[in-house]
């Protein structure tokens, strides 16, 4: 199947209709999103570049101590979280358009401020701007991919799409440990200049061919009044953003913080070994991310849920076992397969509650209810790292482990509740198959 050069958006295509493989799902995109898929990689490249040696960068070459770097970062996701249900209302009110766009531009201002951070002050600025832009982040972009595509296509479009801002991340991340310096510090501020070039990509393409998808709801008779309140009074919904705060706080808000330390400080393994864990989540991602696509279609997106978390308690057996082993070769394979497992988890949870967050939302509160997701999912940041630190600071390395083995049980039994509570057509399955 082939769309037409000119769609009238979202675009829905039945799954039966989408014909097998990339080509398949790349022929029954529309025009536009096909532009904004074919940049992802590319956009997120600088990302990449710069996201592993931010602390490196604001401590060995500009001379801040580890706390006050780490209280910066801490600070750009506080702010992220204050202003993402802000973003969320701008939003409904003005469209995803004007808000991806400024997401952007604030993100392009606030990476040359980075790379200009010699002092305090400028750091300053920079944590407000990259705050602002991280705070947009969700809200904006996936309320303009609901005004592009919707149903199946909608559900791939959220997976490939996270794959291919993976794999931009990756080599990214690849290419700068290559380049960068400490002791030549312009090698740092051009990654961070590059980074604020390929951030604005989005710009382009909402200036130019896709100025006219705005992403804003037109209203209706029969519409609530769009508020937060109403956002949390819809069916489900409270229990979703439970299920992304506490999957966020024992899953990704670890990544950066407990299982780096899990692994240096408990399993005794080497940089290289962690390195290579995240290189192995990446490839897991990139490779099987649309093999698990095709896999979980038509099923509900609450069972996939359950599979996702099943696998991630698997990852968290893995690192526990390398904690037995420390220092030994076994150890640095079960820390690197922690990175492997987790990224075939991710490869569940990315499709699934995307998905579900945006086929239950009206139009008209779609920018709140990808805002309320988004800012869920920042407890994570925040909440993650700081968990990880009293557990590991004391050597607990079984405590560490427990503890994220009951928050994935904890997130089972609200996905359970979610199931109850949503119709099948939001929960991925036909109306007429809600077996599956």
Known sequence: MTTPATSLLPVDVPAGSIEPGVRGFWRALPREGRFLLSTVALQHLGRGMTLPFTVIYLGEVRGFSLEVAGALLGATAVVAAVYGPIAGTFVDKVGARLVVMSGSILASIGTVLLAATTNLTIAVLMVLFLGLAHGTGWSASNSLISAIVAGPLRQRYFGV???????????????????????????????????????????????????????????????????????????????????????????????????????????????????????????????????????????????????????????????????????????????????????????????????MVNDAAPDHLRGRMNAANSTAFMLGAVVGPVLAGQILGKDQGWLFVAVMVVGLLGCAAMVLKIERIVPPAINGVPESNPSP
């Open 161 to 355: 799409n996270f794959a291919l801002l993976n794999l931009g991340i990756g080599v990214g991340g690849l290419l700068a440990g290559v380049v960068v310096d400490v002791d030549r510090p312009m090698t740092f501020v051009l990654l961070f200049l590059l980074d604020a070039v390929l951030v604005l990509i989005p710009v382009i393409w909402l200036l130019g061919p896709l100025r006219h998808v705005h992403g804003r709801a037109l209203p209706g008779a029969d519409d609530d009044r769009p508020s937060y309140r109403t956002v949390l009074r819809r069916p489900g919904f409270g229990w979703i953003l439970g299920v992304t705060a506490l999957s966020s706080i024992v899953g990704y808000g670890q990544m950066e913080a407990g299982i780096p330390a899990f692994a240096r400080s408990i399993s005794q393994v080497s940089t290289e070994a962690v390195g290579a864990l995240f290189a192995a989540n990446t490839v897991v991602i990139v490779a099987l991310q649309f093999t698990v696509l095709q896999r979980i279609e038509g099923h509900r997106r609450t069972r996939v849920m359950l599979a996702m978390l099943a696998i991630w308690m698997l990852a968290y057996g893995l690192l526990g076992l390398s904690g037995l082993l420390p220092g030994s070769l076994a150890a640095a394979v079960l820390a690197v397969s922690w990175g492997a497992v987790f990224g075939l988890g991710e490869t569940l949870l990315q499709p699934s509650i995307p998905a």
